[in-house]
């Protein structure tokens, strides 16, 4: 009998992504594949790509050319994802020759020519992300994913509950809802309310885990969405609206449609309903035209704000579009000083948002034992791998036994920069 096949998986780049290649490792283990953790021992070395910004596009690379070290006699190399969207698989042939094979994205489309409901976890398995879209229907003026990703389109709503049916099966306890745009769920299906009706439909699963959804693009968020959100079961108060600006010049020149004032207002209002819902956003700093004033007004408009969590890109002037031509540049060296500033700034926030929550009760996902008396997991108000995460400290004594992938009661004990410490509560 033939030995089985190893593959050695490396996924690169953002949530969507990593759906894709799970599907994709899943595709081939049924069809008799092996997963090695040893790249030394793999008959295929994978590499999923991102190419979203330079600094991708140079980690991807790098990677194929790292593994491309461990191929034996008869391994192949084989490259997929944003990589080969982005350039081409002529290009890349020419560029990269250690590798055998390129996919695009999606490349269980290229094998078998359908999308499997099927995953293989690269992460935990008692979180799992729920791709509801594909592409993009905005033409932000730095972005590269429409070229990457096409045109926005929607997976049907009967399709997502049966793919989230799956998954709550496997024992999934966190469904994180992804996509370019998750507020346009639905538009290209005739749908005005489509985010909500499959939030509604999500719900009503009868298993026991929570929703949480990311990329809800300012544009097309209103008042009644996020209220709406906080009153739909399982549904968690949290919500990532990624404005990449504050100053209207700057967002005028980011083809990005709304206003400051349309940010703060939403943010109040949810608040207002609920003191403890969790905003997490995204900001770009040194985009062209991006002066001191400029730059100031942002970082008064944190101040105002209060996100709960904010990630900080130094702009990169990305081959193709329209931002690259843009002027005056701002020098790289004052991008990147102003990114560290941003976080800075934006690290006291964080901790005093957290300090408020001290005293508080709160819902934990526990993904893994730390210690026989420590377990760590993810409160509501933290997505996986982007926000911080909660130290759970039992009793010495503790008469029950808390595993992995329950979700459980606490109460938040104490706060430290982006993390916090809990105890379970009855």
């Not at 008692?126 to 003026?141: I, M």
């Not at 944190?302 to 904010?310: G, P, S």
């Not at 026989?372 to 791998?385: I, M």
């Amino acid at each position: 009998m033939d030995k089985p096949l190893k593959i050695f998986p490396v996924s690169l780049g953002c949530p969507k992504n990593r759906v894709d290649f799970e599907k994709t490792l899943a595709l081939l283990k049924n069809e008799g594949y092996e997963i090695t953790l040893d790249p030394s021992l793999a008959d295929v070395l994978w590499v999923n790509t991102c190419a979203f910004i330079k600094p991708a596009v140079q980690e991807s690379i790098d990677t194929i050319l790292e593994l491309s070290d461990f191929k034996k006699d008869g391994a192949k190399l084989v490259v997929s994802g944003c990589l080969t969207a982005r350039y081409g698989k002529e290009k890349l042939k020419e560029l990269l020759p250690e590798v055998d094979e390129f996919f695009g994205i999606e490349p269980y489309k290229e094998i078998e020519k359908f999308e499997p409901k099927d995953r293989v976890f690269t992460e935990s398995p008692f979180y799992a992300y729920l791709k509801v879209s594909e592409g993009c229907a905005h033409r932000c003026s730095y972005c590269t994913i429409p070229k990457i990703r096409g045109p926005f389109r929607s997976k049907p709503l009967p399709q997502l509950v049966e793919e989230a049916t799956y998954l709550l099966k496997l024992g999934v306890k966190e469904l994180i809802l992804v996509g370019q745009d998750t507020t346009l769920y639905g538009r290209d299906l005739g749908e005005r309310d489509g985010l909500l009706k499959l939030l509604y439909s999500l719900s009503e699963l009868p298993f026991e885990f929570r929703i949480r959804v990311l990329y809800l693009h300012p544009q097309h968020v209103d008042e009644n969405l996020l209220l709406s959100m906080l009153s739909i079961p399982k549904v968690l108060p949290y919500f990532e609206l990624p404005i990449q600006h504050a100053h209207p010049k700057i967002l005028k020149a980011m083809n990005r449609a709304y206003s400051p004032e349309k940010i703060l207002k939403l943010i109040s209002s949810v608040r207002q309903a609920n003191p403890r819902a969790t905003f997490r956003s995204t900001v770009i700093v040194g985009f062209p035209g991006e002066g001191d004033e400029e730059f100031s007004f942002l970082l008064e408009f944190l101040k105002e704000a209060e996100f709960d969590y904010l990630g900080a890109f130094p702009f990169y002037p990305e081959e193709g579009t329209l931002a690259e031509k843009l002027k005056p540049r701002v020098p790289a060296k004052e991008r990147i000083r102003r990114r560290k500033e941003v976080l800075m700034f934006q690290q006291a926030i964080t901790k005093k948002r957290l300090e408020a929550r001290v005293g508080t009760l709160d819902e934990v996902l526990i993904l893994e034992e730390e210690s026989p008396n420590k377990l760590k997991g993810l409160a509501s108000f933290q997505a996986p791998e982007i926000d911080g995460q909660t130290l759970v400290k039992l009793p010495r004594k503790a008469k029950e036994t808390l595993l992995p992938g329950d979700l459980i009661k606490v109460r938040i004990t104490k706060a430290k920069v982006y993390d916090v410490e809990a105890r379970p509560e009855k």
